[in-house]
Structures are given as structure tokens and as C-alpha cells.
């Protein structure tokens, strides 16, 4: 099964924009790359998605490597609602009606006034 | 907006007890999810179920069952539940398989098992 990494915690300082990694070195051709975040005590939220060109939404960008080993979440002004964990996931079909998502551990992102 | 219901936010069980979790949906979606959530191991899923009455295992199902009996609503049932259970659970579903399709989750269920 294809895996993501992330690190595991990031900072960044309000208003500015935040980088956010995802390696997904056994990815294959008919993966989706998913983020998602979570808000203390909420569950999880859609972000973006995409599959191989770059992606933009009111919430962020996506940055997806030619490769597709690698990608990158762009917040583009941080602000304190932001502090979350941030899910980097494949979403693979399986078939028949089904499909597995993996999920990573996440990056928490903790944002400085 | 689509909305994913979990009926508690939190719950306090005794080990051995039968426990049920229930979750709605009312955006007509096919697919449903549970996963559990612990610290330091994100979230896993448990079951998940495509169709009424169809349900497929995830990655840990040992110790759970689920029932699926009208499309919108997704039980998850601990027969007896034991310590090790106690964690975050939450709903999820999307309306139909595809890559490219937004999950959406409830708010998730605190379960602590005594």
C-alpha cells in the first residue's frame, strides 16, 4: 500500500505563508492526493485535492512534484484558525464499489500570533 | 451544507458492555466510514460499508461489527467492550466510490471503557 510522510509538527507565524510536505514515494498512477485538516476537538475537514497538475481553492494550494513522489499544501496567510493537524492521504480504488484511504499521522501545524 | 451526525459527543462504558455508536447522514451518500483516532497513531479505519446491508473490514476490526440497515444511518456495535477500546471515533461518508470524492466527517465520539 502506498504510504505518506510528514513531518511531525511545523510553526509558523501569522499572516505569513506555511509550507506544509508530504512524501508519497510509492504512489501510482491512479492515486489522489487528499489533505485534509483537523481542529482541536472537530473531526477531520476537507482541504484539496488533486491529481497531477497543481490545484487551487479558497482554502489553499497544492503543489504536486512532476514525479508525484512529493507534494506540498500551501497556506497562503496564515492565521491562528489554521493551528490544526494537517492529513496528507492517498485515496486508492480498490474496485467493485470500494476503495482504502490511507491516512499518515499528520502535521501539526501551531501558528504564533 | 452535507451533515455527518454522530448521536454522542461523549460516552462512559463499563468493560463487557454492548455499546453502540450511531451515525447519520443526510446528503443520500453511499459510502460510510468509522475510523478510531489515538494519539500518535491517527486515524484508523474500522469498517466501512458501500451500499445497505454490505459492509467491508478495514485495518483493525477485531472487536467490532457494524450494521447498515437504512443508507443513511451506519452503526458501529462493541460487542463487549473492553479498556482498550476507550478512544476517539468518527463517522465519515461520501457519496459515491471515486477518486477524486470529498469524505466528510461527523464530529467525532469520545468513548472511554471502564
Known amino acids: 500500500d502506498a504510504k505518506t510522510t510528514q513531518p511531525n509538527s511545523m510553526e509558523s507565524n501569522e499572516e505569513e505563508p506555511v509550507h506544509l510536505p508530504c512524501n508519497h514515494s510509492?504512489?501510482?498512477?491512479?492515486?489522489?492526493i487528499h489533505w485534509y485538516r483537523q481542529l482541536p476537538s472537530q473531526g477531520p475537514e476537507y482541504v484539496i485535492h488533486?491529481?497531477?497538475s497543481n490545484v487551487n481553492n479558497r482554502m489553499a494550494s497544492l503543489a504536486i512534484a512532476e514525479d508525484r513522489k512529493s507534494s506540498t499544501l500551501i497556506l497562503h496567510r496564515a492565521t491562528l484558525r489554521d493551528a490544526a493537524v494537517y492529513y496528507c492521504?492517498?485515496?486508492?480504488?480498490?474496485?467493485?464499489?470500494?476503495?482504502?484511504?490511507?491516512f499518515g499521522k499528520g502535521t501539526k501545524l501551531s501558528v504564533i500570533p | 451544507d452535507v451533515k455527518v451526525t454522530q448521536s454522542s459527543r461523549y460516552l462512559v462504558k463499563r468493560t463487557g458492555e454492548k455499546v453502540f455508536l450511531e451515525c447519520v447522514q443526510d446528503?443520500?451518500?453511499?459510502?460510510m466510514f468509522w475510523y478510531r483516532q489515538d494519539p500518535g497513531l491517527g486515524l484508523r479505519l474500522i469498517y466501512f460499508?458501500?451500499?445497505?446491508?454490505?459492509?467491508e473490514k478495514g485495518d483493525i476490526p477485531e472487536g467490532y461489527s457494524v450494521s447498515r440497515e437504512k443508507k443513511e444511518r451506519f452503526s458501529l456495535i462493541l460487542e463487549s467492550a473492553s479498556t482498550n477500546q476507550t478512544s476517539m471515533y468518527l463517522c465519515a461518508s461520501i457519496e459515491a466510490p471515486g477518486r477524486g470524492n470529498i469524505q466528510y466527517f461527523g464530529a467525532g465520539t469520545r468513548l472511554s471503557v471502564l
Open positions: 446528503m443520500d451518500h453511499e459510502n
Open positions: 460499508s458501500y451500499d445497505v446491508k454490505m459492509k
Open positions: 488533486g491529481l497531477t
Open positions: 510509492t504512489i501510482s498512477g491512479t492515486d489522489y
Open positions: 492521504i492517498l485515496r486508492l480504488y480498490s474496485g467493485a464499489g470500494s476503495y482504502q484511504l490511507t
